[in-house]
């Protein structure tokens, strides 16, 4: 989408002058940004960890992330072991991003 054209944009810009860009590029992470669809959910019989569930069932790595696990991703592209790294999109996401389709039912309630 438009944030990772503007990376890449931003990062050829200013690959000359030492500056590094790079996004981060997260699937479904337990965090309570969440929280309106578990509301929706328990409302509808299932409980928290039945959603998360079945989220996780979504991502051919076979959970949901952690928050942690995108902070890791953002400190590594953040330090000098990314020193040859610009312009790039990581995907922080279970494997959706390498083309595996979610399951269909991995979402519904029923």
Known sequence: GGVVMFTKATAAEWAA???RINCVCP???RTAIIDPVLEIAQSAGATPEEVWARMG???PIGRVGEGSEVAEAV???ASDKASFITGVA?????GLAGGFAPQASAFSLG
């Open 17 to 19: 002058l030492g500056v």
């Open 27 to 29: 699937g479904v992470i």
């Open 57 to 59: 069932k979504a991502h």
């Open 75 to 77: 400190a590594f592209l």
């Open 90 to 94: 990581l995907p922080v996401d279970g």
